[in-house]
């Protein structure tokens, strides 16, 4: 604790020669799980709880160095015993950025990172806890040009001898990737080759690679946009099981209609056929590091391979969001549900078709750093939804939240405190 005062009272008295800034973050979350990520059935019982995300984030830069330290605590009301010390504080985030030029500048450290709309690496914003990785990010920008490579090496402790990482094995042991990005008007292009590689479960120091590569490309005027995606997944599997996956999303928006924005789209994600038993190879798309609630719906059914037992997704769907004033916004989404490969099932090749989700939601802001935001969601399975997630569909399924956003500036140098 000594420490941490000193550390702060170091950057304090050096905030007259730097920019400074101390944020604090206090967000609790009330849910109410009816059907969230599986079907309810007749001996299920609802779900409600309170979690809250508690941040102390401090940013500093003078001259051509940054940097940024995120402390966190995480917690679950009611989860500590009333008069017990259980230490829950841990780092979020902690990084060096030295600029080498104006254009080229590396950053190491704890960081989380994100890029393009979080498909495939984001900081998950949803999650109360994040996600950050461990890595040496080398970045370029100039002229309208974005260009992050980005290295990590995990071990799970100080090692003599070998690699083994099989006390994480869960986790990857190497991560490798390229983000290069231009804008140029209205015009917004982006490329992306990423390798992730994950320790054979069973071996000291095999390692499978999986790549990952692909476009994108947006097109945004004041009255409509247009974004497309399409990426490859290649390599082997953590078991040694060759990879042939791919990934398409076609996005179109209209804005700015009397206060409305409207969205329609849809997202494909690859995966197997179980009538083709001679193929050998995994065709289930991966999302790797991205968000999972942010897409397919609020409910969560749908994120990874397995939560299609690995047939993969194709996902139509409409949005609408419409501006009651400078500081409400209402939403409403429309979400169909449908394997992209065939699912054996009690011997039988089940219905692809799964159901349909609505989402509503509601934005405020309340005043300065205070923000409020709630939603009702509920889930309308066919007969096959059974199959992959249990429980029975003729039940109401729904899910729904409050959240409060409270992330005042405690300290700055700068002039305008005024939230970023």
Known sequence: MKKSILILVLFVSTAAYSQFEIRGVVRPRAEFR???????????????????????????????????????????????????????????????????????????????????NNRLFSKVNWNQIGAAHDMLLLKYRSSGWK???????????????????????????????????????????????????????????????????????????????????????????????????YYLNLN????????????????????????DSLDTKDHAFDILYGSRHKFNGTMDYFSIPLTTKRAGLVNPYFKLKFSLSKKVDIFADYFFFRLFGNY??????????????????????????VRMEGGYSFMLANKSMEALKGGEKSYMNSWAYVMVTVDPVLFTTKKDAKKQ
């Open 344 to 369: 054996l099932y009690d011997g039988k090749f089940i219905d692809k078709n799964l159901g349909n989700e609505i989402d509503l939601k509601v934005k405020a802001k309340i005043a300065n750093y």
């Open 252 to 275: 179109l928006g209209v804005y700015s209609v009397r206060k409305l924005n409207i969205t329609g789209g849809f997202e494909l994600l690859s995966g197997n056929n179980a009538s």
């Open 147 to 245: 260009i992050d490579f980005g290295a990590a090496y995990n071990q799970d402790a100080i090692h003599k001898f070998g690699t083994d990482y099989s006390t994480l094995i869960m986790n990857y042991k190497t991560l490798n990737y390229l983000w290069l990005e231009k804008r140029s008007g209205n015009i917004y292009a982006a490329f992306t080759a990423i390798a992730d590689g994950y320790q054979k479960e069973g071996t000291l120091n095999t390692v499978y690679l999986r790549y990952t590569t692909g476009p994108v490309v947006k097109y945004k005027s004041e009255s409509w946009g247009l974004e497309m995606r399409g990426f490859y997944q290649g390599g082997q599997l953590q078991t040694g099981t060759k990879v042939s996956a």
């Open 34 to 116: 009816n059907g969230y990520a599986r079907l309810r059935d007749s001996l299920t019982q609802p779900a409600g709880f309170v979690t809250q995300r508690t941040r102390l984030n401090l940013k500093f830069k003078k001259d051509f160095i940054s940097t940024y330290l995120s402390f966190y605590d995480f917690r679950v009301w009611g989860d500590q015993p009333l008069k017990k010390d259980l230490s829950s504080v841990g780092l979020n985030e902690g990084w060096v950025e030295i600029a080498l030029s104006e254009a080229f500048a590396v950053r190491f450290g704890r960081m989380a990172i994100g890029y393009d």
